[in-house]
């Protein structure tokens, strides 16, 4: 697994140096992890709406858009789960995400508000990484929960990345029909990634969308000129 290397020869840098860092000195004793978003929480806006939940609202120290080896993107439905995008464990794959730098308390909250509920599991993070390590960098913390399978994938700039993502998810495989997301869905998706990627090109960004596992059908031409249309994003 390789992360924070360039996605394509399309020139977007994922250098350290194009990384806005923190200049708050009081930042240097805290425990900073990395939080892996690869769903419209890539859009800062909705990110920060996330962390408006959680006990500590401080905003990210750090945030980079990066190319992920080794994991996937896919669309995957679950009975009484509104959201639709998870991340998958698949070697010799790739996928698009968005690194913000948080605190560890920020992590722990951030998992009890994506799975809507008090979390006793998720109350301490020493202990799920305690959990992480002894089994392999990825483990179930609770089977019943939208976002009970807790990952860690890797370091970046020594920090340890984070995400979360449905504990059915690895069962799934390589089946391709699985849902249906709206076109507001796509839509919101769409303007998260190319946000996140302003130097890649619309038809780029519509293609890795559009090739996603799980989808029931591919967009249709309708929707594509819609989300050409509607995203302000420039092409390089």
Known sequence: MRVGDDPCTSGVSMSSSEVKHDSDNSNANKSFVWYAAYDSEMKDENFRECLE???NKSLPANQISIKLEDYDMMFAKF?????MV?????PCSSCFIKLYLLDQDQLIDLAVH???MFCPEFSDFSRVNKKLIEDGDS??????????YFLRIGEYEGFEIYTFTNPNIQSIGDVRSTCNPSDYYIQELFEAITISFPNFSQDFL???LNSRKGL????SKSLINQLRQHNTIPNP
Do not use: W
Not at 79 to 83: A, K, L, N, P
Not at 86 to 90: D, E, N, T, V
């Open 139 to 148: 483990a179930i913390i609770n089977s019943t929960l939208p976002y009970g």
């Open 86 to 90: 998870y991340l998958q464990h698949r």
């Open 206 to 208: 519509l293609y890795y």
């Open 53 to 55: 939940q959680c006990s």
């Open 216 to 219: 029931k059908t591919k967009f």
């Open 114 to 116: 994506k799975n809507r």
């Open 79 to 83: 009975e009484r789960v509104q959201s």
